[in-house]
Each structure stands twice: as structure tokens, then as C-alpha cells.
């Protein structure tokens, strides 16, 4: 027993090292107590996913718009051939036969309200009771059911839909999963985005972002984007951040005109969009007539954009991702049936502390 405490604390010791060297971020108690006490049951449920069942669902996590935007898109997902996973539509979507689990959270989102009056370390650890909870095989009833005496299938798939769930969160998720062995797939939009512009062999170096209203001016997005640019160790970049224009306007041009009414003028090496409700496919129209000389677009925004920009979405990236990590770690149920959304809600519970929930389920959506 003695050893089995001294191998975990070597364990964990070792791992916070060597996340701080990389990161200069150091876990929270939370991950650490429960990595570290060898009778923790979540520890114990965290260890038996090393092998992840394919029976399990997706869950998504966030707000409700978010969830149900990211929902709908996996469910009209029809992107890859199934047989060989060619980027080919075949007729079959693409998450076939799978149950995607929107975990609608209106008891403490908006995230930067919440992190605004709590601090960066409380939605740290929201984040890893969220996941936590999703891992379970149990879930309440209602409000009344503090136990939690409802059955649920538990997730093989996470993705955390909010980018403060990036900012104040992920980090500790992997962390945890690390040092108790869950393999357990967890997927961050934005991480995703980021690191398509400075991950590569050939770097981005003035970026432009276009995000959802709700979070731009928050800061959370420049934020996370100085962590991972110093993360791949890259000096120099420039960022610049504009929210999605109304339903029904001219998106890149919009964007465009907001980059030049800030008085920048050098060219963008690309455009990250984290919206699931932008029209990609008008904006890449956007972006043919601005390269056509024949164009007036292309006098007024040409200059503003390098030869090989690009336009770069979290929906795809993401959606790309989640199919191919549940392909190669054969987590497919392979039914023959179409892909499901079911329903959950935090709430908090009652009489409990402030990072205490409760996860309940609603109908099918």
C-alpha cells in the first residue's frame, strides 16, 4: 500500500514538472488529491478508461448555444467516405449510429461573468468536475435527487465547447487523464484553430479571428492565443479580433472593413473562424472575387490579404477530429441507425457548495 502512495506522489510530482517546464502552469488541488489518494473512487473510475467503450456517447460541454450548434453540425455531418474515411460524401453521416450528449449549462455560463466573480481557478475546477460527471455511469433524476439514481451511458468522446473551458480548464482535464490513464478523447475547438495557425511547418504570423458576439471584447480568445503562441515558442505574432457580422451581411468583407477601420495595414496571413453558425461557403465565395482582378472587392481588400491566405473553421477542424480520433481508437458503434442528441442540464444542487451540481437529464431533443 505504501509503495502503490509513493509510486502515485513520484507520479504526480513528475507530471506537474513537467508541466511547468513546458507551460509554467501548475495544476489544481483538485487534479492532485484525487491522482494522489489511491482510494479515491474517481480515481478508480478515471483508471478504468483506459480502453474507452465504444458503447459510450459524445458528450459536449457549454452553453446552450454552443451545444446545440456544435449538435446539429455533428448530426448533419457528412464530410468522409465511411468505408475508407476519404474526404468524400458517400450519403451516410458521418457520426452514424452515435448519441451526442449536449450538456446545456445555464447554471454558471456565461464563463466570463462566472470567471469574473470567482476567479480563473474556480472555472478550473468546474471544468474537471464537469468532465468528471460525464464519465459516471449514473446521473439525478431531478432536483430532489441528490444521490443520483439515474442511469447514463458514460462518454468515450468529450469536447469542451466554450473557449473559456480552453482558458480555464483543459489543462487540468489533461493533466488528470495523465496521471490516472484515461484515454478518453478530449477536444477543444480553439485549440484546434490556434494551433492550425501557428502549429504547422510554416507559421502564421498576423492572424485574424472571427468569433461569436458573446465573446468578443471579453479577452478570452487574445488570451488564448498568446498561451499557445508561447507554448510553440513563436515571438512576433499579431493578433486581431472582430465579431461575425448579422445574419444576412457580406461576413469577410465586414471583417475586412473592421481590420482597416483599426488602422492596421499589413496583410493577413489567415483568418480563424469560431462561429459554428457562419456561412463558410459565402465567405470562401467572399475570398475567390477579392483575388479576381476582374472584381471590385479585390481594389479594396486585396492588399489586405497575403497571396496564400486562407480562411480556417473550429467546425471543421473539429468535426474532422472527432471522426478520425473515434475511427482510429475504434470507438464507432458501427448501428445502423442516424446519429441521436440527447439532452442534460447542470442545476445547481441544493444545499451543496458552490462547485457542487447536479446533471440532469432532459427529453430528447
Given at each position: 500500500m505504501k509503495r502503490a502512495a509513493?509510486?502515485?506522489?513520484?507520479?504526480?510530482?513528475?507530471?506537474?514538472?513537467t508541466q511547468r517546464e513546458h507551460t509554467g502552469r501548475d495544476t489544481i488541488a483538485l487534479v492532485k488529491s484525487i491522482a494522489a489518494d489511491s482510494s479515491s473512487p474517481d480515481r478508480a473510475m478515471l483508471s478504468g478508461f483506459s480502453k474507452p467503450d465504444p458503447a459510450g456517447n459524445?458528450?459536449?460541454a457549454g452553453t446552450s448555444r454552443q451545444c446545440h450548434l456544435i449538435g446539429q453540425a455533428m448530426l448533419e455531418s457528412?464530410?468522409?467516405?465511411?468505408?475508407?474515411?476519404?474526404?468524400?460524401?458517400d450519403g451516410l453521416k458521418d457520426f452514424s449510429g452515435e448519441t451526442i450528449a449536449l450538456v446545456d449549462d445555464s447554471t454558471y455560463a456565461p464563463y466570463s461573468a462566472f470567471v469574473a466573480a470567482n476567479g480563473e481557478d474556480s472555472m478550473r475546477e468546474l471544468s474537471v468536475r464537469m468532465v468528471l460527471s460525464f464519465l459516471r455511469d449514473k446521473c439525478n433524476i431531478?432536483?430532489?435527487?441528490i444521490e443520483g439514481n439515474a442511469s447514463k451511458l458514460p462518454a468515450k468522446l468529450i469536447v469542451l465547447a466554450d473557449p473559456w473551458m480552453e482558458r480555464c480548464g483543459k489543462f487540468d482535464v489533461d493533466t488528470l487523464f495523465t496521471l490516472t490513464s484515461c484515454k478518453v478523447p478530449v477536444i477543444s475547438p480553439q485549440d484546434l484553430l490556434i494551433d492550425a495557425a501557428l502549429a504547422g511547418e510554416k507559421k502564421k504570423?498576423?492572424?485574424?479571428?472571427?468569433?461569436?458576439?458573446?465573446?468578443?471584447?471579453?479577452?478570452?480568445?487574445e488570451a488564448v492565443f498568446?498561451?499557445?503562441?508561447?507554448?510553440?515558442?513563436?515571438?512576433?505574432?499579431?493578433?486581431?479580433?472582430?465579431?461575425?457580422?448579422?445574419?444576412?451581411?457580406?461576413?469577410?468583407?465586414?471583417?475586412?472593413?473592421?481590420?482597416?477601420?483599426?488602422?492596421?495595414?499589413?496583410?493577413?496571413?489567415?483568418?480563424?473562424?469560431?462561429?459554428?453558425?457562419?456561412?463558410l461557403g459565402q465567405m470562401r465565395s467572399a475570398l475567390e472575387n477579392i483575388r479576381d482582378f476582374k472584381k471590385e472587392e479585390?481594389?479594396?481588400?486585396?492588399?489586405?490579404?497575403?497571396?496564400?491566405?486562407?480562411?480556417?473553421?473550429?467546425?471543421?477542424?473539429?468535426?474532422?477530429?472527432?471522426?478520425?480520433?473515434?475511427?482510429?481508437?475504434?470507438?464507432?458503434?458501427?448501428?445502423?441507425?442516424?446519429?441521436?442528441?440527447?439532452?442534460?442540464?447542470?442545476?445547481?444542487?441544493?444545499?451543496?457548495?458552490?462547485?457542487q451540481f447536479l446533471l440532469i437529464p432532459g427529453k430528447d431533443v
Open positions: 509513493y509510486t502515485c506522489l513520484c507520479l504526480l510530482l513528475l507530471v506537474s514538472c459524445i458528450y459536449i457528412d464530410t468522409f467516405d465511411n468505408v475508407r474515411a476519404r474526404v468524400f460524401s431531478s432536483i430532489y435527487d504570423f498576423n492572424v485574424g479571428l472571427m468569433c461569436d458576439s458573446l465573446y468578443f471584447g471579453s479577452g478570452i480568445y498568446k498561451d499557445r503562441a508561447a507554448r510553440h515558442k513563436i515571438v512576433g505574432t499579431k493578433f486581431f479580433e472582430a465579431p461575425s457580422a448579422n445574419s444576412g451581411e457580406r461576413l469577410l468583407e465586414s471583417f475586412l472593413d473592421r481590420y482597416i477601420e483599426s488602422g492596421r495595414t499589413e496583410p493577413l496571413d489567415v483568418l480563424l473562424v469560431d462561429d459554428w453558425s457562419a456561412d479585390s481594389m479594396r481588400y486585396g492588399k489586405y490579404i497575403t497571396p496564400d491566405f486562407s480562411i480556417v473553421s473550429s467546425s471543421e477542424l473539429t468535426l474532422s477530429e472527432c471522426y478520425m480520433l473515434l475511427r482510429q481508437l475504434r470507438l464507432f458503434t458501427h448501428k445502423i441507425a442516424q446519429p441521436q442528441l440527447e439532452q442534460f442540464q447542470i442545476k445547481p444542487q441544493p444545499g451543496g457548495e458552490k462547485m
